[in-house]
């Protein structure tokens, strides 16, 4: 897909840089035309669509989804992956909102993005930790601190919950505010877009991540500090959960122990349907965009058309496998004479320490 | 067999030795661990973990892995439950449940090795797949009257004695898995597979052909669990056994497959559901709120990895120590014999 | 470099090894207690909103006077299947008794019949089990008094009185209580006083979280343009529905009511968003269950009609069906909310 691009320095120009390769363009294009048909569709055939209201709704929703999503892709893009997004949105959620409880004045929102962030980051590193330290599959390890993380949520949580009327006046008013118009929660899902996408194009950790999920073995070859980076990105998708907690309180109010629970793999699917391969190795901050966007839309159609509440799962679940087979299927066909080198080194070389990802030989230490 | 024989005096001696310690402790703390009433309810707990536990077993061994079985189990037990409460023969639906089951594992082979798509990606999606058409079917709702046939099998005791039959039944699958994994062909290729998917392929193994089958008896346990889930609990619920997936991966992990592939063996995945269940039924006993049990099974998951490497460590440190030549061979000849 | 490597991982098992015994340690234990005492087990449909704690509260103290060690604990999450486990392993370490609030009468009832084979006194609190499997059910406040004042509540504040379509937004489909209730105000409808007034769906959200009651309020009231009211008898559903309506400015098109937490609902009773709402004292409900269960567990209380027993002074009798009610439900409005006392 892109593996001989992510190995050459990034290209000048920023229009250049969106429309990659052929395969990038025509993957990306199709998903938005998708998008705008779907929208336009339901807008023409439901009246309830198209209030205002219901968008409004609808892309806070998203933005929040988005946010976590964005983090998530990352992992994924480095052919890793976390399952306890949700848990940390929820601790997260629920400290951040206690600590600037006590905080007035400006400082406040101050405090509440740097430590929703670096709490997020800080739990994002334990999944590092055991990945790293203990060569865990990252499937395993985030299995695992889901349900520690989800036990420390309950705990700090202590059998009751943050009412609103603790929740900082900033903090509950940034649902409703709009900055030019906007919402300010779409402007922070544009933010954390924009900011991730960056590192991920232009700067060396982000190529370092590509590397690392295209080929790993390669990656070592080639000098990757596969330790450092696993660290760093994990810490990247836990901070932006972490954020996502923040959104979170604004957008709820209460916060229980029950915050982010089920997100998980909404989460994965919005980055997965959105373009970022499970292979590893390719997509963007803008795929989980799109894929939480287009998703949103869905859930929001089947709502409004009385198909039943339930059905979220199945779409999700469903969601994931298409794509997923949809990209490697369209991705293999430009990928085969890239994948026989691959094959090649993978025989020769030290070991994927990650487990039920790869596709290429089952090679282990 | 040897592989059998000379995993059995380490890993899963070291599975004996906890079990008996948590029984001897957990008598001495709460008094009430070995009593017969808890005996039985804990055993009977087990059963649905043990069930995944065994189906998931050889899909790990071939460095897959399958997330979906709580998925299957689930959608078994709604359509099972859902069957019989419309009033069809309590065999038929049996039939159709497990019918439905080897399709689940079926779909997950298909789509993971035909079309070589990665196993995580493929059963995260199918997990959520197959609970939501749980949902679907159920709702909200919960079906809490079932056939007297499904209730005794998931909780009654074999006549005349208080071993209940579910477990005597687990037990039988697992002696007929452990003989399949351990003492056929097909299971020298499930460890082969494991160990590295090209060489197996290139040693003439069908690595298709075995993938395929190792999902769908994956997907058939699961779907058996989910019929036992209905008699233990006398309950069909969309997303029903949902918490059962993290006890069953450590269950997995800590019975000695590795989580690369390519080793492990039955008796240790038995072995180490039981310690769970007893460790659970512990930690419930002495007061342990349902977060705290949930996230000792996610401590104890991490130590069960983490400990293999740092003990192998430790072998090499010890024996690099006392390094003579003949040492230094036979070290070289029996660590590659170990394998990890 | 490779003995660094070493190293560090051996220094991060150690430490994720002593980790793990240690918060598992903390977070564990709940159960000390007056040596002496008979021991009980209070499990609520789930651990973590305010009524459940507030209740425990309420069992500890007044249970510590009657001799009564009351224990607490339950699933995290509305899962009768995770209560049958909490169930089995109250019998098994040899509590004498067990109060329950049911996340399902029905999945729960074989456990809690084999709980009284073996000696087990029963008693279900909040929401209640199948009568065989419990010897007496102590309600917060009696259905026919909560049916009656969110329809009350609710019909006071339409425009014009008592006239309109309305939802429920209920919780779990099988919460046994919510479904007591939910079928009373059915029945009630049927009256002369609410005859114009139309229940036009009971909306069970798939879990009790609030994302989860957003969502699918979201969805009722997009299904149901005509809706103006919404009763929620949940203090959860009816927190996440007091924010929907806040956050996306429709306080005004809808009359929201039903039973909160006077904690969570202030703020949308200074914004005005919702006017008035019920709840009863749950500290005072885990009081009744503890003296209820006392005096079953001395004989003293069979579930028989017209029996009674005190309870903090308070005499307190059994109505048919073996229920005690706890007291009575408060209604909250601006004025009251803020000295509610629990």
Request: charged share 10%; with cysteine.
């Given at each position: 897909?892109s593996?001989v691009?992510s190995?050459?320095p990034?290209?000048a120009?920023?229009?250049?840089?969106v429309?990659?390769?052929?395969?990038?363009?025509?993957?990306?294009?199709?998903?938005?035309?998708?998008?705008v048909?779907?929208?336009?569709?339901?807008?023409a055939?439901?009246?309830d669509?198209r209030?205002i209201?219901?968008?409004?709704?609808?892309?806070?929703t998203?933005a929040?989804?988005?946010?976590?999503?964005?983090?998530e892709a990352?992992?994924?893009?480095?052919?890793?992956?976390d399952?306890s997004?949700?848990?940390?949105?929820?601790?997260c959620a629920?400290?951040?909102?206690?600590?600037t409880?006590?905080i007035?004045?400006p400082?406040?929102?101050?405090?509440?993005?740097a430590?929703?962030?670096?709490?997020?980051?800080?739990?994002?590193?334990g999944?590092?930790?055991l990945?790293d330290?203990?060569?865990?599959?990252?499937?395993?390890a985030?299995?695992?601190?889901?349900?520690?993380?989800t036990?420390v949520?309950?705990f700090v949580?202590n059998?009751?919950q943050?009412?609103?009327?603790?929740?900082?006046?900033?903090?509950?008013?940034?649902?409703?505010?709009?900055?030019?118009g906007?919402?300010?929660f779409?402007?922070?899902?544009?933010?954390?877009?924009l900011?991730?996408?960056f590192?991920l194009?232009?700067?060396?950790?982000?190529?370092?991540?590509?590397?690392?999920?295209s080929?790993?073995?390669a990656?070592?070859y080639?000098g990757?500090?596969?330790?450092?980076?696993?660290y760093?990105l994990?810490a990247?998708c836990?901070?932006m959960?972490?954020?996502g907690?923040?959104?979170?309180?604004?957008?709820f109010?209460n916060?229980?122990?029950?915050?982010g629970?089920?997100?998980?793999?909404?989460?994965?699917?919005?980055?997965?349907?959105?373009?970022v391969?499970?292979?590893?190795g390719?997509g963007n901050?803008y795929n989980?965009?799109?894929?939480?966007?287009?998703?949103?839309e869905?859930?929001?159609?089947?709502?409004l058309?009385?198909?039943?509440v339930f059905?979220?799962?199945?779409?999700?679940g469903?969601?994931?496998?298409v794509?997923?087979?949809?990209?490697a299927?369209?991705?293999r066909?430009?990928r085969?004479?890239v994948?026989?080198e691959?094959m090649?080194?993978?025989?020769?070389?030290?070991?994927?320490?990650l487990?039920g990802?790869t596709?290429?030989?089952?090679?282990?230490? | 067999m040897?592989?059998?024989?000379?995993?059995v005096?380490?890993w899963?001696?070291?599975?004996?030795?906890?079990?008996?310690?948590v029984?001897?402790?957990?008598?001495w703390?709460?008094?009430?661990?070995?009593?017969?009433?808890n005996?039985?309810?804990?055993?009977?707990n087990s059963?649905v973990?043990?069930?995944?536990?065994?189906?998931?077993?050889?899909v790990?061994m071939?460095?897959?892995?399958d997330?979906s079985v709580v998925?299957?189990?689930?959608?078994?037990?709604?359509?099972?439950?859902?069957?019989?409460?419309h009033?069809?023969?309590?065999w038929?639906?049996?039939g159709i449940?497990?019918?439905?089951?080897l399709?689940?594992?079926?779909?997950?082979g298909?789509?993971?090795?035909?079309?070589?798509?990665p196993?995580?990606?493929?059963t995260?999606?199918t997990?959520?797949?197959?609970?939501?058409?749980?949902?679907l079917?159920?709702k909200?709702l919960?079906?809490?009257?079932?056939?007297?046939?499904?209730?005794s099998?998931?909780?009654?005791n074999?006549?005349?004695?208080?071993?209940?039959?579910?477990v005597?039944?687990?037990?039988v699958?697992?002696?007929?898995?452990s003989?399949?994994?351990?003492?056929?062909?097909f299971g020298?290729s499930?460890?082969?597979i494991?160990?590295?998917?090209?060489?197996?392929?290139f040693?003439?193994?069908?690595?298709?052909r075995v993938?395929?089958?190792t999902f769908?008896i994956?997907?058939?346990?699961a779907?058996?669990a989910?019929l036992?889930f209905?008699g233990n609990?006398?309950?069909?619920?969309a997303?029903m056994?949902a918490?059962e997936l993290?006890?069953?991966?450590?269950?997995?992990i800590?019975?000695?497959?590795?989580?690369?592939?390519?080793t492990g063996?039955i008796?240790?995945v038995v072995?180490?559901a039981a310690?769970?269940?007893?460790?659970?039924?512990?930690l419930?006993?002495?007061?342990?709120s349902?977060?705290?049990?949930?996230?000792?099974?996610?401590?104890?998951l991490i130590i069960?990895?983490?400990?293999p490497p740092?003990s192998?460590k430790?072998k090499?440190?010890?024996?690099r120590r006392?390094?003579?030549?003949?040492t230094v061979?036979?070290?070289?000849?029996?660590s590659?014999?170990e394998?990890? | 470099?490779?003995?660094q490597r070493?190293?560090?991982?051996?220094?991060?098992?150690?430490?994720?090894a002593t980790?793990?015994?240690l918060?598992?340690?903390?977070m564990g234990?709940n159960?000390?207690?007056?040596?002496?005492s008979?021991k009980v087990y209070m499990?609520p449909?789930?651990?973590g909103?305010?009524?459940?704690t507030q209740?425990?509260?309420?069992?500890?103290?007044e249970g510590?006077?009657?001799?009564?060690?009351c224990?607490y604990?339950?699933?995290?999450?509305?899962?009768?299947?995770?209560q049958?486990?909490?169930?089995?392993?109250a019998v098994?370490?040899?509590?004498?008794?067990?109060?329950?609030s049911?996340d399902?009468?029905a999945?729960t009832n074989?456990?809690l019949?084999?709980?009284?084979?073996h000696?087990v006194k029963?008693?279900?609190?909040?929401?209640?089990a199948?009568?065989?499997?419990?010897t007496?059910?102590?309600e917060?406040?009696?259905?026919a008094?909560i049916?009656?004042t969110?329809?009350?509540?609710?019909?006071?504040?339409?425009?014009?009185?008592?006239t309109g379509n309305f939802?429920?937004?209920?919780?779990?489909?099988?919460?046994?209580?919510?479904?007591?209730?939910?079928?009373?105000?059915?029945?009630?409808?049927?009256?002369m006083?609410?005859?114009k007034m139309?229940l036009?769906?009971?909306?069970?959200?798939?879990?009790?979280?609030?994302?989860?009651a957003?969502?699918?309020?979201?969805?009722?009231?997009?299904?149901?343009?005509t809706?103006?009211g919404?009763?929620?008898?949940?203090?959860v559903g009816i927190?996440?529905?007091a924010?929907y309506?806040?956050t996306?400015?429709?306080?005004s098109k809808?009359?929201?009511?039903?039973?909160?937490?006077?904690?969570?609902?202030?703020?949308?009773m200074t914004?005005?968003?919702?006017?008035s709402?019920?709840?009863?004292?749950?500290?005072q409900e885990?009081k009744?269950?503890?003296?209820?269960?006392s005096?079953?567990?001395?004989?003293?209380?069979?579930?028989?009609?017209?029996?009674?027993?005190?309870?903090?002074?308070?005499k307190?009798?059994?109505?048919?069906g073996?229920?005690v009610?706890?007291g009575?439900?408060?209604v909250?409005?601006?004025?009251?909310v803020?000295?509610a006392?629990?």
């Amino acid at each position: 897909m892109s593996t001989v691009s992510s190995l050459t320095p990034a290209p000048a120009s920023a229009l250049k840089r969106v429309f990659g390769s052929g395969f990038f363009k025509r993957s990306d294009t199709s998903l938005l035309v998708l998008i705008v048909v779907v929208t336009a569709v339901a807008a023409a055939t439901l009246g309830d669509f198209r209030t205002i209201s219901n968008f409004s709704n609808l892309l806070n929703t998203v933005a929040l989804i988005a946010i976590v999503a964005i983090g998530e892709a990352v992992t994924i893009i480095a052919r890793q992956i976390d399952l306890s997004v949700g848990a940390i949105l929820g601790i997260c959620a629920y400290l951040v909102g206690e600590t600037t409880h006590h905080i007035s004045g400006p400082l406040g929102p101050v405090v509440g993005v740097a430590m929703s962030l670096a709490l997020g980051g800080v739990l994002g590193l334990g999944n590092a930790l055991l990945i790293d330290a203990l060569k865990m599959p990252a499937i395993i390890a985030t299995l695992a601190t889901l349900s520690i993380y989800t036990g420390v949520q309950i705990f700090v949580n202590n059998g009751s919950q943050l009412y609103l009327t603790q929740v900082p006046k900033w903090l509950s008013g940034l649902r409703g505010a709009t900055w030019f118009g906007i919402s300010t929660f779409i402007w922070v899902a544009v933010i954390c877009m924009l900011v991730v996408g960056f590192i991920l194009r232009r700067t060396r950790f982000g190529r370092d991540v590509y590397a690392l999920g295209s080929n790993p073995e390669a990656a070592i070859y080639l000098g990757v500090k596969v330790r450092l980076r696993t660290y760093q990105l994990f810490a990247l998708c836990g901070a932006m959960a972490g954020l996502g907690g923040l959104l979170y309180v604004s957008q709820f109010g209460n916060v229980d122990a029950t915050a982010g629970s089920g997100m998980n793999l909404t989460v994965i699917a919005a980055a997965v349907v959105g373009g970022v391969s499970l292979f590893g190795g390719s997509g963007n901050a803008y795929n989980a965009v799109l894929g939480a966007l287009l998703l949103g839309e869905i859930q929001n159609i089947l709502e409004l058309t009385r198909i039943s509440v339930f059905a979220e799962q199945t779409l999700q679940g469903v969601a994931i496998v298409v794509a997923v087979a949809v990209y490697a299927v369209v991705s293999r066909r430009l990928r085969r004479p890239v994948r026989r080198e691959a094959m090649a080194v993978a025989t020769m070389g030290a070991a994927t320490p990650l487990a039920g990802a790869t596709s290429e030989g089952g090679s282990h230490e | 067999m040897n592989r059998l024989r000379h995993a059995v005096v380490r890993w899963e001696s070291g599975l004996v030795l906890l079990i008996i310690l948590v029984m001897v402790l957990g008598q001495w703390a709460d008094g009430d661990l070995l009593s017969s009433f808890n005996l039985q309810t804990t055993a009977l707990n087990s059963v649905v973990l043990l069930c995944l536990a065994l189906g998931l077993a050889p899909v790990i061994m071939t460095s897959d892995i399958d997330l979906s079985v709580v998925g299957t189990l689930a959608l078994v037990g709604v359509v099972i439950g859902d069957l019989t409460a419309h009033g069809t023969n309590t065999w038929l639906a049996i039939g159709i449940g497990l019918a439905i089951s080897l399709v689940c594992g079926l779909i997950n082979g298909l789509l993971v090795v035909l079309f070589d798509l990665p196993a995580l990606a493929v059963t995260l999606g199918t997990m959520g797949a197959y609970t939501g058409v749980s949902f679907l079917i159920l709702k909200g709702l919960a079906i809490s009257t079932f056939p007297s046939v499904i209730v005794s099998m998931g909780s009654s005791n074999v006549t005349g004695t208080q071993i209940p039959f579910a477990v005597v039944l687990l037990i039988v699958f697992a002696a007929i898995l452990s003989f399949i994994l351990h003492g056929t062909v097909f299971g020298k290729s499930v460890f082969a597979i494991g160990g590295s998917r090209k060489a197996a392929l290139f040693s003439g193994i069908a690595v298709n052909r075995v993938r395929i089958t190792t999902f769908v008896i994956s997907g058939l346990m699961a779907g058996i669990a989910g019929l036992l889930f209905l008699g233990n609990y006398q309950t069909a619920q969309a997303g029903m056994g949902a918490s059962e997936l993290l006890p069953a991966v450590t269950a997995v992990i800590l019975g000695g497959v590795s989580a690369y592939g390519g080793t492990g063996t039955i008796p240790g995945v038995v072995l180490a559901a039981a310690l769970l269940a007893l460790l659970q039924s512990a930690l419930g006993l002495h007061n342990f709120s349902g977060e705290g049990q949930t996230m000792a099974i996610g401590f104890l998951l991490i130590i069960a990895i983490g400990l293999p490497p740092l003990s192998q460590k430790y072998k090499d440190w010890k024996r690099r120590r006392s390094a003579s030549p003949v040492t230094v061979a036979n070290a070289v000849l029996s660590s590659s014999e170990e394998g990890k | 470099m490779k003995n660094q490597r070493s190293v560090i991982r051996a220094v991060a098992g150690i430490v994720l090894a002593t980790a793990s015994v240690l918060p598992v340690a903390i977070m564990g234990a709940n159960s000390a207690g007056a040596s002496g005492s008979v021991k009980v087990y209070m499990i609520p449909k789930f651990t973590g909103i305010a009524p459940f704690t507030q209740a425990a509260a309420g069992c500890k103290t007044e249970g510590a006077k009657l001799g009564l060690n009351c224990l607490y604990g339950g699933p995290t999450t509305g899962s009768a299947v995770d209560q049958v486990n909490f169930i089995n392993n109250a019998v098994a370490a040899g509590d004498k008794g067990v109060l329950i609030s049911n996340d399902d009468a029905a999945t729960t009832n074989p456990a809690l019949v084999r709980a009284e084979k073996h000696g087990v006194k029963v008693v279900t609190f909040d929401s209640d089990a199948l009568p065989s499997g419990r010897t007496v059910y102590v309600e917060g406040t009696s259905t026919a008094s909560i049916a009656q004042t969110e329809l009350d509540m609710l019909g006071s504040q339409m425009k014009p009185a008592y006239t309109g379509n309305f939802i429920i937004l209920s919780a779990q489909a099988t919460d046994s209580n919510q479904v007591t209730w939910n079928k009373q105000v059915k029945a009630d409808l049927k009256l002369m006083k609410y005859s114009k007034m139309k229940l036009v769906s009971i909306v069970n959200p798939p879990s009790d979280s609030a994302a989860d009651a957003t969502s699918s309020l979201q969805a009722a009231l997009a299904a149901n343009p005509t809706v103006t009211g919404i009763i929620s008898p949940t203090t959860v559903g009816i927190a996440a529905a007091a924010q929907y309506l806040t956050t996306n400015k429709v306080c005004s098109k809808y009359v929201l009511t039903g039973l909160g937490d006077p904690n969570q609902m202030k703020p949308f009773m200074t914004s005005n968003c919702v006017h008035s709402f019920a709840l009863w004292n749950f500290t005072q409900e885990g009081k009744v269950a503890a003296c209820a269960m006392s005096a079953v567990l001395a004989g003293k209380l069979t579930g028989k009609t017209g029996q009674s027993f005190m309870c903090a002074g308070v005499k307190e009798v059994v109505l048919p069906g073996q229920t005690v009610s706890a007291g009575n439900a408060e209604v909250f409005t601006k004025a009251n909310v803020g000295s509610a006392g629990f």
